[in-house]
């Protein structure tokens, strides 16, 4: 449907996204430039350049702390994800399709309900009593898990339907395989791409959090975006240098999720 | 001077010709069929002349007007697309109404020529419904009404029947050819389906790769192709290489020969030198796999009663009339 | 049949660690913020809470900034994100995939990093702040003023609109704007009479979406003005992490009153969804 346009509708179409892409590349741009000037106050360029401020960073242990704590978080998260969504996603489509419809009512709640009134809730549940977690990685990783049900459980439903799950567990099971050899050794390879990239995504955006981080936890376990916010009264180009980093990080990931996409799409 | 004059038309998409040179003319009233199969330009051919497709090169006279430098909306050409292309957000009414409106006519007068045209189309009880309410043939009708409304010089056609089913294609072949009649309207119809051109033209322009390979009525078209493709594209021709046809006719042939099944005649009586492979039913008629002379035929012959029927592995004699054989290039 | 029966059962049990942790997680914050939304510890059981929202200016310009600033930045964002994603379906794939990954990643800068960005470029001493000044076009830039974080919330909007609508365009078919060309319409009408009453449902459902993004969107403002600005986010937090003025039970009754007005927003939605025309599926 969408054909290329020539002529002067065409450069109108063109100005408009480059425009849209210079909106969107400014901050980025901005922060990466005043990550590597050695100065830059009060005036429109910055004076001169440098890689002080990377290195700097990178030999902070405080910021290699931080960043390594995210990345337990996150991939926890995942882990726990994985183990209770997949199970849960084949019991429903194979036994009980029917939940499928009231499983996508309940992934809406991690959208609907923010995050900051489920802390509300979350931190006089569990800051202290038999079930207290506030202040430890372990409620994070909870609530990560609840952030990435809705990515997952959409990203390998949509897959599960288009490889139709019941057709290839019935052709399995008729020459032979029982219900584990048949989920193990047929289906779940075959939802490996759209898992991937389930992960991938899930994990860009679960680096990002701030709002669990920092009113759940907040200093006693520091993620790389509370490390981020409590960094801010250092020097401006320390935290250029900083965000520049964790987003270079999220993008080789994204861009592997890309790559990954469209392989899968062919 | 023809109503429609189409010259040196030439069009390239991305590097590909589609067509580079096509001429043809149209007279005022005519239904003219561009017929041929997928990818041979007809479409395009159709959308140019619309100004839906820029034209690279040549001429598109309407009534002694190049139509090239107009845009769509000045050329008063109406059109009916295969996906009927109805706007959803309208009734039916207000669908047919629209081109009425862009031209500014006035409340009374839209609303007394939607209601003539709803009528000439057999849909004026559903005026007020939307359509996703309708069927596919209702929705070709409404269409082919908003079409009419606003009185185009010229009406194009792009598959319109393609998507139903063929009961009410058969139908709605009649209804336009009624209407187009009716009305006098000058009419380009595009199809790769030979039988509707065959029962609805006045004249047929057959394409093949971007150029056109014949033009006349079906008569013509039908009993005397000009070439392989045309023998091959229309009826169910038997072709045969000059080979063949010599062993076939048991004198010696230099050129390809085409023959229509329905030229050949079956009997019992003579020297039985055929053989029936297989048959198929084809409800008046029936179609035998012959093999005679070492040569594979098609041959239709008219189910009137069970002397017709032959079984399979029957021997039989065969007769063709010397004037259905037709040299093809 | 006792076979299936209990691998229906035995099914069934892999589906409880789930449920165990999505109730933990999730639904019990959930329900212990309604039930203690109706606590109070001075008048026990009972709406004093919202009565004291409701009656407290501190507490109404909250809301009433929440608002305007939701509004404001889903109307500009969708504004942009429905002439980018159009724009967008009209160019070169290379230069389409391009800007298409591109949104799609700068959508995870949103937060703390886009703060700081934003505070880089318009501060008070920033970059483009000296830019503009210089330039004549504005005089005193305050970045963070209602009107500076209105800027800064479109920012965000703009990738996630441009991804919501950039689909919706699948529903406009071509041959509805050839069709229209030779019935006489031009760009503008077209627009009019079939685009944007086709898209309307895709418009909508997108703005409720900002709209909810931006309301309760807290780690951007946060990072901007640490924590110093009056939005619901903000005062919700403030009232369970420790600050000044600790009260869990009127932090869940403006909880509350957030979810409430989200879910306002979509009931409209789906109301002035049902007006409109239906398009069957």
């Known amino acids: 449907m969408s054909r290329v346009e020539l002529g002067p509708v065409g450069v109108y179409h063109r100005v408009v996204v480059y425009l849209l892409f210079a909106i969107l590349l400014l901050p980025l741009a901005g922060t990466l430039i005043y990550s590597i000037a050695s100065n830059w106050s009060a005036t429109i360029l910055p004076s001169g350049f440098t890689f002080k401020w990377y290195i700097q960073l990178w030999s902070d242990p405080r910021f290699l702390h931080a960043f390594g704590q995210s990345l337990l978080v996150c991939v926890g998260a995942l882990i726990l994800s994985v183990v209770l969504i997949l199970p849960l996603l084949f019991v429903v489509h194979y036994h009980f399709p029917k939940l499928d419809a009231l499983m996508n009512i309940l992934i809406l709640l991690p959208f609907a309900v923010p995050p900051v009134v489920s802390s509300v809730g979350l931190l006089q549940l569990y800051g202290s009593g038999p079930f207290a977690m506030v202040g430890t990685p372990w409620i994070l990783i909870g609530c990560y898990f609840t952030i990435a049900l809705p990515f997952m459980y959409?990203?390998?439903?949509?897959?599960?339907?288009?490889i139709n799950l019941r057709d290839?567990?019935?052709a399995a099971q008729l020459l032979g395989a029982s219900t584990w050899q048949a989920a193990f050794l047929v289906v779940l390879p075959n939802l490996r791409k759209g898992l991937m990239v389930a992960l991938l995504l899930s994990?860009?955006?679960?680096?990002?959090?701030f709002v669990f981080a920092n009113i759940l936890v907040g200093t006693r376990y520091e993620t790389l975006q509370v490390y981020l916010n409590n960094m801010r009264n250092s020097s401006g180009h320390f935290t250029s240098a900083l965000v520049i980093s964790y987003f270079f990080f999220v993008l080789v990931l994204t861009w592997a999720a890309n790559i990954l996409n469209k392989d899968k799409s062919e | 001077m023809s109503y429609v004059s189409v010259q040196h038309l030439q069009k390239s998409y991305a590097g590909t010709t589609v067509f580079s040179d096509i001429n043809c003319e149209i007279q005022k009233g005519e239904f003219v069929t561009l017929l041929g199969p997928s990818g041979c330009g007809k479409s395009t051919l159709l959308r140019c002349i619309a100004g839906l497709t820029s034209v690279d090169g040549g001429k598109i006279l309407l009534e002694g007007v190049d139509l090239v430098p107009m845009s769509p909306q000045k050329r008063g050409i109406g059109m009916v697309f295969q996906s009927y292309a109805l706007f959803p957000n309208m009734t039916v009414e207000q669908n047919v109404a629209?081109?009425?409106r862009m031209q500014k006519v006035n409340a009374d007068d839209s609303q007394k020529r939607v209601t003539e045209v709803l009528s000439l189309v057999e849909l004026n009880d559903f005026a007020a419904r939307y359509p996703h309410q309708l069927s596919g043939g209702q929705c070709q009708r409404v269409a082919l009404a908003r079409s009419l409304v606003t009185r185009p010089r010229l009406l194009l056609l792009d598959e319109p029947l393609s998507a139903l089913d063929a009961r009410i294609r058969k139908h709605l072949r009649e209804q336009i050819r009624q209407i187009q009649r009716e009305l006098g309207l000058t009419t380009i119809f595009v199809t790769h389906d030979q039988e509707e051109a065959l029962t609805m033209s006045d004249r047929i322009f057959l394409m093949n790769q971007g150029k056109i390979v014949q033009s006349g009525d079906a008569e013509t078209l039908y009993t005397a192709p000009v070439d392989v493709f045309a023998a091959g594209f229309i009826g169910n021709y038997n072709l045969l290489d000059p080979a063949s046809a010599s062993k076939l006719l048991q004198r010696p042939i230099s050129h390809r020969i085409a023959i229509r099944p329905e030229a050949i005649e079956l009997s019992l009586n003579g020297e039985l030198d055929a053989q029936v492979r297989s048959h198929s039913l084809l409800g008046n008629v029936i179609r035998y796999r012959i093999e005679a002379r070492g040569v594979e035929l098609v041959v239709d012959v008219l189910n009137r009663s069970a002397a017709d029927l032959h079984p399979d592995g029957q021997r039989l004699a065969l007769s063709i009339d010397p004037t259905a054989l037709r040299e093809v290039a | 049949m006792n076979a299936m029966t209990r691998g229906k059962w035995l099914a069934a049990l892999c589906l409880v660690p789930f449920v165990l942790f999505f109730i933990?997680?999730?639904?019990?914050?959930?329900?212990?913020?309604?039930?203690n939304s109706l606590q109070s510890e001075e008048f026990g059981w009972g709406i004093a809470n919202f009565t004291k929202i409701f009656k407290s200016k501190f507490y109404m310009q909250a809301i009433q900034y929440s608002l305007e600033i939701s509004f404001w930045s889903s109307v500009f964002g969708i504004i942009i994100s429905v002439l980018g994603a159009y724009s967008l379906r009209r160019v070169d794939s290379k230069l389409r995939n391009f800007v298409n990954a591109f949104a799609n990643m700068t959508s995870n800068f949103a937060g703390v990093p886009l703060a700081f960005a934003f505070i880089i470029l318009l501060g008070f001493n920033g970059s483009f702040t000296i830019m503009l000044k210089q330039a004549?076009?504005?005089?005193?830039?305050?970045?963070?003023s209602k009107t500076g974080v209105i800027i800064l919330y479109t920012y965000f909007q703009i990738p996630l609109g441009v991804l919501l609508l950039y689909p919706a365009f699948d529903a406009l078919r071509e041959d509805w704007r050839e069709s229209a060309e030779l019935l006489g319409a031009n760009s503008w009408q077209f627009w009019r009479h079939i685009g944007l009453p086709v898209l309307t449902p895709a418009l909508l459902g997108t703005f409720v979406i900002l709209l909810a993004n931006a309301l309760g969107a807290y780690a951007t403002v946060y990072a901007l003005t640490t924590g110093n600005f009056n939005v619901?986010?903000?005062r919700i937090a403030a009232m369970v992490s420790g600050d000044i003025s600790l009260d869990p039970n009127l932090a869940s009754a403006l909880a509350v009153v957030?979810?409430?007005l989200m879910t306002l927003v979509t009931i409209v939605h789906q109301l002035l969804l049902k007006r409109s025309y239906h398009v069957s599926r």
Do not use: C, H, K
């Open chain 1, 154 to 162: 959409r990203a390998i439903t949509n897959n599960l339907q288009a």
């Open chain 1, 168 to 170: 290839l567990m019935d």
């Open chain 1, 203 to 209: 994990f860009s955006f679960l680096f990002g959090e």
């Open chain 2, 98 to 100: 629209f081109g009425l």
């Open chain 3, 24 to 35: 933990v997680f999730e639904i019990a914050p959930l329900v212990w913020v309604m039930i």
């Open chain 3, 136 to 144: 004549g076009i504005i005089q005193d830039f305050n970045l963070y």
């Open chain 3, 232 to 234: 619901m986010p903000i």
């Open chain 3, 258 to 260: 957030l979810v409430a």
